[in-house]
Structures are given as C-alpha cells and as structure tokens.
T-cell receptor, first 113, second 113 residues
Framework: DAGITQSPRHKVTETGTPVTLRCHQT?????MYWYRQDPGHGLRLIHY???????DKGEVSDGYSVSRSKTEDFLLTLESATSSQTSVYFC????????????FGSGTRLTVV | DAKTTQPNSMESNEEEPVHLPCNHS???????IHWYRQLPSQGPEYVIH???SNVNNRMASLAIAEDRKSSTLILHRATLRDAAVYYC??????????????FGKGTKLTVNP
C-alpha cells in the first residue's frame, strides 16, 4: 500500500537460521505493528512500537524480537526460525494509535523448511 | 481478550445493500469496533471504525447497538469489487497509546452480478 513497504515479499529459509523482515513507512507515523496470519487464527499481534526505541510484546511474541531505531523502519527478527513460524507476516502503521485507522502492508510470505 | 462472532459467508447481488452482522457480547467499555476487509494475497484494508455512535464514511456505515454487544457493517450498494473477507475486530488499548486489533474469523462476502 502507498506509504508502507514490506520486504522481502517472499522468503524460504531453513530451520534454525535467523531471519529479518523489514517494514518501511514514509508516512512518519508513530505507531507500528507486526501481525502474523495463519489459517484458522486470523491475524495475531506479535510486537508493536509506539515510538523510536519504544517496543513491546504482543500475544504471540515467543521466538521473535523487534527493533525500531528510526521512525520509518520496524524490523522483525526470527532468532532461530522454526516450521511453526511459517506464516504470512503483516506490518501495520497508525498515525495516532488507539481509536484510529490502520494501514497494512502487502505482507511477507515466509516458509521455514 | 473479547472475541467477535461473524457468519462464515454471505451472498449479495450487485447494486443491492449488504448488512454484515457481528456479535461481540464480551466487549469492554474502552474497546473500539473496527471493520477491515481483505482480498487474497493482500493486506487488510480499512473500512470503518467506531466506539459508541453510528458512523458513516464514503465506503460504508457502521451501526452499533446501544449495549455495544453487536454491530452491523452496511455497504449501501454492493459492487463486484466489494467481494472480500470482512473482519469485525475489537481494538484493545495497549501501552503508549497503542492498540491491539483482535481479529475474528471473518465473513466471506460474495457479490453476484
């Protein structure tokens, strides 16, 4: 979507390797989020950020870490990829947080073999 | 977290109104009600959101029950481009003014020509 880019769009990686997904925004929005989407579960929150260097865990954060060293980039790292982390990952941004709309990226499809 | 319940699927005819229902009987007083839609291989797209009062925008209307235990998304004249999975979502407040979107399983809307 305009103003938010996820990279890579697709990735296949081996079990045990570290993987970093990038979310880049040009909207200067304060809030950024990482979700994963799996069949039968809908989207679930992994980590979120409410400012540069301000991050916190979501409901499915085990095995993931994040970093936000500048407003425009929010990185999601799988420290040691497992097959259960095969999923589609979406980044979302919001200008003002609670009670406002969100813009989602196009997603990264990650396969761990 | 409070959950939402939606029909798995609905059908509509082009140019007719569509009413998509959602139950959220365990909603808390500060939860926002969001609606997003998603096409295959794309990220969710914002439709509308509200807290207590009915809301209108160029895409749709949101009717919220007085007790907030249910809501209805209204598409006034369905087009073929409105065919998608529609998610009724509750937004829970998080640290720093952030918000967690709790997705349900969604309603797959089919629009017939």
């Amino acid at each position: 979507d305009a103003g938010i880019t996820q990279s890579p769009r697709h990735k296949v990686t081996e079990t045990g390797t570290p993987v970093t997904l990038r979310c880049h925004q040009t909207e200067n929005h304060r809030y950024m989020y990482w979700y994963r989407q799996d069949p039968g579960h809908g989207l679930r929150l992994i980590h979120y950020s409410y400012g540069v260097k301000d991050t916190d865990k979501g409901e499915v954060s085990d095995g993931y870490s994040v970093s936000r060293s500048k407003t425009e980039d929010f990185l999601l790292t799988l420290e040691s990829a497992t097959s259960s982390q095969t999923s589609v990952y979406f980044c979302a941004i919001s200008e003002t947080g609670l009670g406002y709309g969100y813009t989602f990226g196009s997603g990264t499809r990650l396969t761990v073999v | 977290d409070a959950k939402t319940t939606q029909p798995n699927s609905m059908e509509s005819n082009e140019e007719e109104p569509v009413h998509l229902p959602c139950n959220h009987s365990t909603i808390s007083g500060t939860d926002y009600i969001h609606w997003y839609r998603q096409l295959p291989s794309q990220g969710p797209e914002y439709v509308i959101h509200g807290l207590t009062s009915n809301v209108n925008n160029r895409m749709a209307s949101l009717a919220i029950a007085e007790d907030r235990k249910s809501s209805t998304l209204i598409l006034h004249r369905a087009t073929l481009r409105d065919a998608a999975v529609y998610y009724c979502i509750l937004g829970h407040s998080l640290q720093g003014g952030s918000e967690k979107l709790v997705f349900g399983k969604g309603t797959k809307l089919t629009v017939n020509p």
